[in-house]
């Protein structure tokens, strides 16, 4: 197996990134490496009211950029060989299977590699999956500012504002030490995100160190993973594939399990249980996005006023990629909250959904 990288050495940017504890069944040792910090509490805060959610099995912040070296060893060790610097162009099929054509970054030399089967896992704008004739997807942007940690802030709390005047989705703090955190936003349109975010980190008085930003693809549907051209097969993982939970707009554990169902495709001759639950799951975040789109300012303040107890219990219990269980729980243990998520789905003058600019 050869890993076409366009990167030139194994030193991406680092980046600090929150996940659940699934990210460990899935990734053992490679995982164990990365992680930075474990996260036991939530702090859900609207509009003056605040709500505390406690986890029972923490959540893991990872450095990507360790994360990204240990999956490279294990590659290796596992017999793949890792070409960096080498930027995938075009392919065709060639009756035989698929002609490859891979570009040296360097200095814009091309080669051809012949493959029976491509896997595309080069991100949002992938130019693999162009190549085999997906259709483009729609992106968000994500804003991230690495600041101070408040004083009043433990390093094992995130902190979620809701502030639907400002974006449909959410400002976090994650902190990726005792004395540094992640601040971030996603939002709709780019311009309006950076005005917004600017003035948030403003009015809780935090000076950015440094700032990270990319567009997340939004999953609006299942994109199937695999087309055939010609006798080759072409395979998409991860955000290529907008394999996203929109809730929240995570895409590492839920891009990871793309690729395990990917593999488990291609050894079983097509069929993947992975692939089915990984499904199963996105579309249930999709209609909780679906819901929490339309919410507003006076919504978000009865959410938090309706976590009580019980219901906090079940979001605690699961792991927040167990979506469809978690909302289980929650409806049961409260129900007058399946009343206000059906009041955000039945509301049509916001909708994630509608064409943006
Ligand atoms: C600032 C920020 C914070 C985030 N925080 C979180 C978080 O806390 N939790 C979470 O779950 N998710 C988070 N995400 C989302 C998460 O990072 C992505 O979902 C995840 O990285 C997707 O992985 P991927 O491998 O599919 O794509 P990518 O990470 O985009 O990797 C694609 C790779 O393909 C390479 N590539 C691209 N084009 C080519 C080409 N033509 N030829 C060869 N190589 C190519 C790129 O160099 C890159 O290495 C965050 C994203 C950002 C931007």
């Known amino acids: 197996m050869r890993v076409f990288?366009?990167?030139?050495?194994?030193?991406?940017?680092?980046?600090?990134?929150?996940?659940?504890?699934?990210?460990?069944?899935?990734?053992?040792?490679?995982?164990?490496?990365?992680?930075?910090?474990?996260?036991?509490?939530?702090?859900?805060?609207?509009?003056?009211?605040?709500?505390?959610?406690?986890?029972?099995?923490?959540?893991?912040?990872?450095?990507?950029?360790?994360?990204?070296?240990?999956?490279?060893?294990?590659?290796?060790?596992?017999?793949?060989?890792?070409?960096?610097?080498?930027?995938?162009?075009?392919?065709?099929?060639?009756?035989?299977?698929?002609?490859?054509?891979?570009?040296?970054?360097?200095d814009g030399s091309r080669e051809e590699v012949h493959a029976d089967a491509i896997i595309g896992g080069d991100g949002a704008a992938s130019r693999v999956a162009r190549a085999a004739g997906w259709a483009p997807l729609e992106t968000v942007p994500l804003m991230q500012a690495i600041v101070p940690l408040p004083k009043d802030m433990a390093p094992d709390t995130v902190r979620v504002w809701f502030v639907p005047q400002d974006t449909p989705y959410f400002y976090w703090l994650i902190p990726e030490s005792a004395t540094r955190g992640a601040l971030g936003v996603i939002g709709e349109s780019g311009a309006e995100t950076r005005h917004h975010f600017e003035r948030f980190l403003e009015k809780r008085k935090l000076d950015p160190i440094e700032f990270q930003g990319a567009r997340i693809p939004v999953y609006k549907r299942w994109i199937p993973v695999r087309r055939k051209m010609g006798s080759g097969s072409v395979y998409l993982v991860g955000d290529a594939a907008a394999q996203v939970k929109v809730s929240t707009v995570g895409g590492i554990v839920t891009g990871f399990r793309g690729a395990l169902g990917v593999a488990e495709a291609i050894l079983n001759g097509g069929a993947s249980r992975e692939l089915r639950t990984l499904r199963r799951e996105l579309d249930f975040h999709l209609l909780l996005r679906r819901s929490l789109h339309r919410f507003e300012q006076s919504d978000y303040s009865h959410l938090v006023d309706l976590l009580n107890d019980p219901a906090k219990k079940s979001l605690g219990e699961y792991s927040r990629d167990e979506a469809w269980k978690i909302l289980w729980r929650v409806c049961v243990r409260q129900p007058r909250l399946v009343l206000l998520g059906l009041r955000g789905l039945l509301m049509r003058n916001k909708s994630i959904d509608k064409p943006r600019d």
Do not use: K, Y
């Not at 930075?36 to 709500?51: H, K, Q, S």
């Open 5 to 106: 990288e366009r990167i030139e050495t194994l030193e991406p940017e680092a980046r600090t990134l929150i996940v659940t504890h699934r990210m460990r069944e899935l990734l053992g040792r490679a995982a164990e490496g990365s992680i930075v910090n474990e996260i036991r509490r939530f702090e859900l805060f609207t509009d003056g009211r605040a709500a505390t959610i406690e986890l029972d099995h923490p959540d893991l912040i990872i450095e990507r950029r360790a994360l990204i070296q240990n999956l490279a060893a294990e590659a290796q060790r596992a017999g793949a060989t890792l070409e960096l610097g080498r930027r995938f162009h075009a392919m065709r099929s060639n009756g035989n299977g698929l002609t490859v054509e891979v570009e040296r970054c360097a």
